[in-house]
């Protein structure tokens, strides 16, 4: 690339030819896409099709359904459009201007009208927006966002940096060479949101059951459609209305948004704690989760140093000498904010000379006309050093402090005056965070690049038990069992916290990650849920499923509570949704076969799904529970759904069976089915509802007295006919087994249920 003149920077003509430093955004979707994925699915499609061919036979009332459709679409499209904007509002470089050389003189620009070739002036606190290499002067720089190595390390002209590093302390100038989406970190965050998905039972299992009624109803429709009008010479009206009906009862549409709402919600109030939920199913994974994984840095502590204290060795005034050199020195990392505020002194002697902290020689040093002072790490100062002090720093390591050393240089001889201890500050409130997951069996990892015995010391402060174990020391090989057994890690690289992920994966447990930086983006991904901090690198939470907008840790608790709340009333209440779906499934099978149509309309089963599924499951969604989730979510829900769906179809065939016994006609035959269906699903309702509680008692009474005013006033709504006494009589026959019939399908699946269960134990390896 060619050299930019170091006197002038770039001229007027050669930035108007230059390419800028611009990102098209392609890292989150675009509105238009939110819009297709939520409006053209396949299941969306086929009721849109449904709506149509009834809306084709003029029986307006029957397209009720579709208000469910367009409420979970709208649902879904609203919900991510609201993570896009939060998200796309928290950019990677948070500082929007930038100086720059022009036309020989500096000048301050928005990091957008960067362009290639540009000479920027890298300063102090500066985040580095761009890639490319130092032409002048010296810096030290961080790549704790782009490596996950907290040492700084020292660029010279001739070095190569990286967008995404920040400036520690020094000066240089740097000549663009990548720009926009040819930067290291942009390259990164297109990886970060490639092919991102986080594992959901929930999800899953809706979408199989869904996949599975979808693909079952266009042959199971068209032979319904072929049974009604070519061999029972229906109408075509007629026909249509009784497949829709069929149709529309094989797909648990309910099940659909009562997730979608339940999981907005639960975002929504995560949203009031300033959380954003990226992924609606992430908080259900959450909530299973039983292995949680932290960085220590800006997790269990601040990101923020502060002095403790200071051991005096040599008379001295130590905070007087910190003031003098740090007035001198332009270090502004966290190390030399913390030794300011400290020391909290006017300087009282000017500086011959100062040199500032480097990765090299890890000490800064300034020069007074009183003499020579050093401030760093001791074992850097000497190549011989005081064994007693040497055993005063690696005490106060095992108790979580770095110490810092301050001496006094004379010909090439240390005399320590003072030791000083600093500290990364715990977040407050972290010890009952950690409390309150060993007490909900969720076990704490922490993992970091750090030294192992300050990063154990630390967490132990914290209330995490365990000594620090050196993860440069441990083989590919050892990994999986070492990270099992223990729960301190430190100088872990980025390859290992992947590593670490998927081992525990591996062994069964559900595992959640939170990490700010760049380099945990490989274990992010992995997690089964990812959590991000919002002052960490755009990389991380572009990847996350949460991201702590605020860097909350504290909220984890009720994030968790929330997630556990949901997914515990969705599992409990699916099954009043697939009881529906399995009856009106084996109703259709029967229609084909036996019966001479479809016994229900459309706008029946709304009656049925909304009294006696619908609404009441959304009631039961959002009651507190905050036990723990466990269980396979398909095995639990089906074995509630199936004794409803059994004994719905058992009291539609004997309805079949008795109307050659009692004379009914076809309004008749369907009025009696729907009485029995709304009732069926009552009891599986009360059923759900046990133990009752006083809202799950006045549910109930509720539900069935408008079932009762809709049969009784508004027949005519909902295509319901009057009845013969004789017809009376056997509703009520019907009604009085239903209870006892429910009992002995819950007593038969029960068992089942033990009989698998005792099955699957004694194939287990002893």
Known sequence: MKKTNLKTGLTSEEIKTAKKNIVHDNLSKSYRSIFLQHTFTFFNIVNFILAALVFWTGSYRNMLFMGVVLSNMVIGIVQEIRSKKVLDHLALIHQEQELVLRNGKEETIPITQIVQGDLLILRAGDQIPCDGQIVEGSIECSEAMLTGESDSIEKEVGNRVLSGSFVISGKAMMQVEQVGEDTYIHSILKEAKRNKRYPSQLRDAIQTIIRICTFSIIPVGILLFVKQYFLSAQTLQETILSTVAALIGMIPEGLVILTSIALAISSMKLAKQNVLVQELYCTETLARVNILCLDKTGTITQGKMSVLDAEQIAPCDPKQIIANMYAALSDDNSTAQALREWADLQPNEKALSAKPFTSANKCAQVQFASGTFVCGAYTFMTDHPDPNIVAKIQESAKQGKRVL???????????????????????KDIRQVFQFFQKQDVQVKIISGDDPVTVAALANQAGVPG???????????????????????????????????????????????????????????????????????????????????????????????????????????????????????????????????????????????????????????????????????????????????????????????????????????????????????????????????????????????????????????????????????????ETACIPFFLWIFYVWIQEWNNARKKKREMKKPR
Do not use: W
């Open 405 to 427: 050393a301050l001496a006094k240089k004379e010909d090439d001889q240390i005399e320590v005056l003072a030791l000083i201890n600093i500290q990364d500050r715990l977040r």
């Open 467 to 733: 000594k620090g174990i050196d993860m440069s020391k441990v083989s590919a090989e050892e990994l999986p069992e070492v990270v099992m057994h223990n729960s301190i890690f430190g100088r872990v690289k980025p390859e290992q916290k992947k590593a670490m992920i998927l081992a525990l994966k591996k062994a069964g447990n559900t595992v959640a990650m939170s990490g700010d930086g760049v380099n945990d983006v490989m274990a992010l991904k992995e997690a089964d849920c990812s959590i991000a901090m919002g002052s960490g690198s755009q990389a991380a939470r572009s990847i996350a499923s949460l991201i702590l907008l605020n860097d909350q840790f504290e909220a984890l608790p009720s994030i968790l509570d929330q997630g556990r709340c949901v997914i515990n009333n969705i599992q409990r209440t699916a099954s009043l949704f697939l009881v529906k779906t399995i009856f009106s499934f084996i109703l259709s099978i029967l229609t084909i076969f036996v019966l001479q149509e479809y016994p229900f309309q459309p706008i029946q089963l709304t009656l049925i799904s909304s009294l006696a599924i619908g609404f009441p499951s959304f009631v039961l969604t959002l009651e507190p529970d905050y036990h723990r989730v466990t269980g396979n979510f398909l095995r639990t829900v089906f074995s509630k759904a199936v004794p409803g769906a059994l004994c719905v179809s058992l009291c539609v065939i004997t309805t079949y069976i008795v109307q050659h016994l009692i004379p009914m006609n076809q309004a008749q035959f369907s009025t009696v089915c729907t009485l029995l269906a709304g009732v069926c699903s009552l009891c599986v309702l009360y059923k759900t509802c046990i133990p009752l509680t006083p809202l799950r008692f006045i549910l109930v009474i509720v539900m069935s007295s408008i079932f009762t005013i809709c049969v009784l006033f508004l027949k005519k709504v909902f295509f319901l006919t009057n009845l013969t006494t004789p017809l009376f009589i056997l509703i009520l026959a």
